[in-house]
């Protein structure tokens, strides 16, 4: 769905480094999510934003630092990377807290 | 916060048969509860949600119900067909203070048989 963007689809890193991963949405919705996916676990919340300059912690935050400055952008930084941080990354904006979220194409990160 | 859990986690059946997936959350006064099917590779999609004031919902061949008292609620999935194969997961919304988060269950992968 071209109202939700997620950059780079993919990304291979080493343990130590810092990695942003980017989302940007079209749609204007209040809320943006970041999830985490692996295998046996489902969707796990990382983080979300009710609205610009407010985030929150999710079920898994540590590692993961987000900022929201601008309405549109919500990016995920973890800030030295680790192999336990490998998995598929999944952004998600909603309207508001009880209505539908709608998810990116996803971000695949591998860290070496 | 709200626990969910999804049962069962495989399910082969036959094309034209029907497929159910339970789950089951935690906290009663979750109020809102999405499904969504996930495709090889692809994004979760929303196919179908139910809110608490309402016991069932269809849309063509898939229904859900929902059971305020047990705090359970299924898919239903009739005349499956091959494009049905995918993972299902559900969610429900907890809503307490400060607290408006979905919570995912593990999925349930669906393998439709020709």
């Known amino acids: 769905d071209a109202g939700i963007t997620q950059s780079p689809r993919y990304k291979i890193t080493e343990t130590g480094r810092q990695v942003t991963l980017m989302c940007h949405q079209t749609?204007?919705?209040?809320?943006m999510f970041w999830y985490r996916q692996d295998l046996g676990h489902g969707l796990r919340l990382i983080y979300y934003?009710?609205?610009?300059?407010?985030?929150d912690k999710g079920e898994v935050p540590d590692g993961y630092v987000v900022s929201r400055s601008k309405t549109e952008n919500f990016p995920l930084t973890l800030e030295s990377a680790t192999r336990s941080q490998t998995s598929v990354y999944f952004c998600?904006?909603?309207?508001?807290?009880?209505?539908?979220?709608?998810f990116g194409d996803g971000t695949r990160l591998s860290i070496l | 916060g709200e626990n969910v859990e999804q049962h069962p986690s495989t399910l082969s059946v036959q094309e034209g048969d029907s497929a159910v997936i339970k789950c089951t959350y935690s906290?009663?006064?979750?109020?809102?509860f999405p499904w969504y099917k996930q495709e090889l590779g692809k994004r979760p999609q929303l196919i179908i949600d139910?809110?608490?004031?309402?016991g069932e919902k269809k849309d063509q061949r898939i229904a859900v119900t929902l059971n305020k008292t047990a705090k359970h609620f299924s898919l239903h999935i009739t005349e499956t067909q091959p494009e049905d194969s995918a993972v299902y997961f559900c969610?429900?919304?907890?809503?307490?203070?400060?607290?408006?988060?979905?919570?995912f269950g593990a999925g349930t992968t669906v393998t439709v048989r020709a």
């Open positions: 139910i809110r608490s004031n309402v």
């Open positions: 749609w204007s919705h209040s809320y």
């Open positions: 906290d009663s006064a979750s109020n809102y």
């Open positions: 934003s009710a609205a610009a300059d407010i985030t």
């Open positions: 969610a429900a919304l907890g809503v307490s203070p400060n607290d408006y988060k979905l919570s």
């Open positions: 998600a904006t909603s309207p508001n807290s009880n209505q539908p979220q709608h």
